[in-house]
């Protein structure tokens, strides 16, 4: 691939050939097969197969004159390059009735291949393209006679537009110009022999007047259809012309190049003919059903997504709700569970108060005379300035986890407690796992408070009677009946684990 014209495209498409002959020795067909070919960047991509005819005269092939008259269908050009342009080459060998043209590069370049520029290809400027909601091509066939051979010759392509107030109808008739060229004059003159109709106006672009009072001067007339060509140096670039007021005169748009070689036909006086074809309709890349389609997408998608962000937003909030609720409902069963604990006022002289006594397990403080504490179902104390909030948050001891709640009886209602606890799957709840364990020391702490209980109603001071004796005195108020309380340590707190000589001394 030659580099030098490799701008000239952003997309090269190779061509595969097939080439088969009959070997005159032998008598046998041979056939060959390459990826060799290279796409001319106007060049339609599709197959296609016909036998290879050279020129007569020049192998350039630069005029449809050397081509002769050739009676093979479909058949293929086989020309050299150089002398003229691609496009001059492909439109000569297309007039002549080639299907396909294979040009080969020039002398002293090996294989080397380069991506053509042939214009002639209807291309249409999106300057007013826009304006219209679709566009709507023409087939152009134009025939004559050749003088030379009085063969007739004839070309067809979708090579036109029609205008956007055209009636898209087909229409043939035999090709006049106007005097001057670009008819926009109301005494314009076409040499239109008398009694002729259905004849077809070739008018160039420009001179300063409109499209419709070009095609109204050829209609008043006597003309059926009207071709304008372009103007020079846009190659065979087309518009969509608006010609408001011409009623039912068809119009079209050819490109400049095709515009002119009707032209020189005409004035070397050789009848020329037209037909025009109605073509391909192209609508705009976006439709009104498909705007219509993508705005009800949108609102669909969109109107789910706002769908389901409320829903999961309401869930949300309704769970909060609840779990506001019910930690709410719990403090208020806190605070009723903690006006019934025991409240002590420390003196001196206290046990508690010694050099071995523990410090407050909140406030990692030691006890000193005077102070407020608060004595839990376990039979822990605590200073209650410190044990008080942290039981509203927690209702658990902080030494073994005993659920204050439960011991005393003061429980939430359950069906409230299901209908309110509404808990995540994806969260864990890591209280299930201790509900045994807590259960167990629940009712052991009980026990031991009862009969802390059972000893103060007695007039017996609790911070001064042994272990032994307050079981002696619950066993006198419990009528006799022997009730023994085994209280295993346990080291909820790690901090404990290592006083392991005081466990033979159990605390009040």
């Known amino acids: 691939l030659a580099v030098q014209n490799t701008a000239a495209a952003n997309v090269f498409w190779t061509a595969f050939l097939e080439i088969t002959y009959k070997n005159s020795t032998t008598n046998k067909t041979v056939s060959a097969f390459c990826e060799c070919g290279l796409y001319g960047s106007n060049s339609p991509l599709r197959d296609v197969r016909g036998q290879v005819m050279l020129p007569m005269s020049s192998a350039m092939a630069c005029n449809t004159h050397v081509w002769g008259n050739i009676s093979v269908n479909p058949w293929i050009a086989l020309i050299e390059r150089g002398n003229c342009t691609f496009s001059e080459k492909i439109n000569a060998a297309r007039k002549a009735g080639a299907a396909a043209v294979v040009i080969y590069n020039a002398p002293g370049t ?14 249409v400027c999106a300057l ?30 979708e090579s036109g537009l029609y205008g956007l107030d055209s009636p898209k109808v087909a229409v043939s008739g035999e090709v006049f110009l106007p005097d001057p060229i670009y008819g926009c004059e109301p005494d314009t003159v076409y040499d239109v022999p008398p009694d002729t109709t259905g004849w077809i106006a070739l008018i160039q672009r420009g001179n300063g007047c409109t499209f419709s009072e070009k095609i109204s001067v050829a209609a008043r007339s006597g003309a059926a259809a009207a071709i304008i060509f372009n103007e020079p140096g846009i190659d065979n670039r087309v518009i969509q012309m608006s010609h408001p007021g011409t009623e039912d005169t068809v119009a079209i748009m050819i490109g400049y190049l095709q515009g002119m070689e009707i032209v020189d036909l005409v ?50 909030l309704n769970s909060v709700r609840l779990q506001n609720k019910k930690l709410k409902r719990l403090k208020a069963e806190a605070k009723k569970a903690i006006r019934q604990l025991q409240v002590r006022t420390l003196r001196q002289g206290d046990k508690e108060i010694g050099s071995d006594a523990d410090t407050c397990a909140v406030c990692i403080e030691v006890y000193k005379p005077g102070d407020v504490v608060s004595v839990l179902t376990c039979n822990h104390f605590f200073h209650k300035s ?66 802390v209980q059972g000893a103060e109603e007695h007039g017996l001071p609790v911070e001064e009677s042994p272990p032994h004796q307050a079981a002696e005195q619950h066993e006198h108020n419990s009528g006799g009946a ?19 000589q005081n466990h033979a001394n159990p605390r009040t």
């Open 386 to 451: 410190c044990i008080e909030p942290w039981l509203l948050e927690h209702r658990t001891c902080p030494m073994c986890k005993c659920d204050i709640l439960k011991v005393l009886g003061v429980e939430p209602d359950v069906e409230e407690e299901e209908a309110a606890a509404t808990p995540d799957p994806a969260v864990p709840d890591f209280r299930l796992y201790r509900s045994g364990q807590e259960d167990t020391r629940s009712e052991t702490a009980s026990s031991g408070y009862a009969s």
């Open 110 to 123: 090996g294989n080397e291949k380069s991506p053509m520029l042939h214009p002639g290809v209807l291309q």
């Open 482 to 500: 022997e009730v023994q309380v085994d209280m295993q340590p346990h080291y909820d707190n790690m901090a404990f684990e290592g006083d392991l």
């Open 267 to 316: 004035r070397s006086n050789i009848p020329v003919t037209v037909s025009i074809q109605v073509g391909k309709q192209h609508g705009p890349w976006m439709s009104h059903y498909s705007v219509f389609f993508v705005s009800i997408s949108f609102f669909v998608v969109t109107a789910a997504t706002v769908g389901y962000f409320i829903f999961y937003s309401a869930r949300r």
């Open 128 to 157: 007013r393209a826009a304006r219209a909601s679709y566009l709507c091509t023409a087939f152009v066939n134009v025939s004559f006679a050749d003088p030379q051979n009085n063969a007739t010759m004839w070309s067809q392509e």
